[in-house]
């Protein structure tokens, strides 16, 4: 049995905790007034000569998103509510709808639906454009007042306009707000095989993974043929959890390491001795909504031999943002630093892309979506291994194996292809010699 060891805070979205680095500041270049002499001089004309009375509030934080906007699009000045809600979010505990979305060149995607909220029971997917919400037309908002008007008090409806690729024409999805208290892990047994579900890496997400373990043998009363991790639409969270997760799969060496602009800036995580999942066979399921943190787990069981990575390729956010406080209710989130797989793989753009590709053939748009990578989105952060997405993409090769569609699988009772197909490689699996389905280190 493992347990849990003291990390600093890091969400990777991912988010830390430190002060303001004075020494940077004070070895920066101090003659900056010419630099910033048409931001005062606009700030002062504004003031002056705007239609309307200005808030000096309003103006400075709008300077600071402007100025945060050119970098990525994971950096930005929270305040008010917005830090509430970073802060809640990390916690696993909000209202809302469960959606993690994004800017898309001015407008709202999704990233992922959390299972088991209410929009992924109203059937929102990834690659879903939001283009009014309760009718009003959203497209040029903030992320922040988009996802503000999302929220409100549970219990209260709100509409969405929805546009998805393959649809002719976009529609509406009413749904019904709720508080989202996101219980990170589910387990249950299917067969003889343990199938682990993370939603998302907010706090605890190892301790339930450790007690899913625990279940499934309990469960079973023996070890399981072997076990279905499945990271799909899990669109991040805390690194501490992420590499707590993937310590619960391996024996030793590196789990992630981060390497911020000095090259001498490195960080690594390493697994510690114990495997829970006992060394048998594990599958790890991903998907377009794999992202951030998610990535990490399925990047380090990859990287070691210790898993089958299955579905179709990740989001792809490499990146690390840090959480500054700033004082009277404010933080700034900004991205410092690139995570590395322990081969030294860099997620960033290209994702992990499965040892097997499976598409989610029970879904009958999959054909047709266009689906959101952080490749596409503006002012991304570039991978410094140069990717080329379009060899990522490459392979259109028809695949037997694949050629039934939506409505013959559900015929047969198959409502989750991707995991129906997993559950049938774990059980080829366990009837290869234990030896070689075990990694050594």
Known sequence: MKFPVLRSLLLISALALFPAANATIASAETDVSREFAPLFEVFRLVK???????????????????????????????????????????EGDYGGLGLSVTLDE??????????????ARAGIKAGDFITHINGQFVVGYSIDEAVDKMR???????????????????????????????????????????????SEFSR??????????????????????????DLRSDPGGLLDEAV????????????????????????RWDATPGDDAHGLPVIVLVDVGTASASEIVAG??????????????????????????????????????RYYTPSGRSIQEGGIVPDIKVPQLTDPDYKSRIEPREADLRHHLINEAKVDNDVLESDSKPDLRFSESAAQLKAKGIDDFQLYYALNTIDRLAKVPAASTRTSH
């Open 152 to 198: 409100g008090k549970p219990g209260t409806q709100v509409k969405l306009t929805i546009v998805r690729q393959g649809r002719d024409q976009p529609f509406d999805v009413t749904l019904t707000r709720a508080v989202i208290q996101i219980k990170p892990v589910k387990w249950e047994v299917k067969g003889d095989v343990g199938i682990i579900s993370v």
């Open 48 to 90: 002056a000569n705007y239609v309307d009375p200005t808030d000096d509030t309003k103006l400075v934080n709008g300077a600071i998103d402007g100025m945060l906007k050119s970098l990525d699009p994971h950096s930005s000045y929270e305040t008010g509510t917005e830090y509430d809600t970073l802060h809640s979010l990390t």
């Open 244 to 267: 707590g997760v993937s310590d619960e799969f391996l024996q030793s060496g590196e789990i992630v390491s981060q390497r911020g602009r000095d090259p001498r800036d490195i960080q």
């Open 204 to 229: 605890n997400a190892t301790l339930g993974v450790r007690q899913a373990l625990l279940g499934i043998d309990s469960k079973l009363g023996h070890h399981p043929l072997g076990y279905i991790l």
């Open 106 to 119: 001015g407008v709202v995607r999704v990233i992922a639906a959390t299972a088991d909220t209410p929009a």
């Open 300 to 337: 380090a069981l990859q990287d070691h031999h210790r898993a089958l990575i299955m579905g179709e390729r990740s989001f792809g956010k490499g990146s690390v943002q840090s959480i500054i406080p700033m004082g009277d209710h404010a933080a700034l989130r900004l991205t410092t630093a």
